[in-house]
């Protein structure tokens, strides 16, 4: 069956960074846009960042431009997302979707000092 499996979430200071990693299975991962979504507490679910298949293309939202970068390995069937300078309004569960629009479960991301 398809899975998307998220890691490398926690807790973080202002200004640090992490890289989220998704690791997908039960589908031809290299035949798949990819992308990430972020859900803060109390608020809709926003678009952070999309991959074509061949991580020839990538868009991201206005608010982590310059900041995030995502990218793939489609011989480890693997999107990554690293974070960088992130801000408390980055807080939020972090989660994959490929191309049939299935989800993962999602990794917690939380930044606090």
């Known amino acids: 069956q398809v899975q998307l499996v998220e890691s490398g979430g926690g807790l973080v200071q202002p200004g640090g960074s992490l890289r989220l990693s998704c690791v997908g299975s039960?589908?031809?991962?290299?035949?798949?846009?990819m992308n990430w979504y972020r859900q803060a507490p109390g608020k809709e679910r926003e678009l952070v960042a999309t991959?074509?298949?061949?991580?020839?293309?990538?868009t991201y939202a206005e608010s982590v431009k310059g900041r995030f970068t995502i990218s793939r390995v489609n011989g480890k069937n693997t999107v990554y997302l690293q974070m960088n300078s992130l801000k408390p309004e980055d807080t939020a569960v972090y989660s994959c979707?490929?191309?049939?629009?299935?989800w993962g479960r999602g990794t917690q991301v939380t930044v606090s000092s």
């Open positions: 039960g589908f031809t991962f290299s035949s798949h846009h």
């Open positions: 979707k490929n191309s049939w629009n299935y």
């Open positions: 991959i074509t298949n061949t991580g020839s293309s990538t």
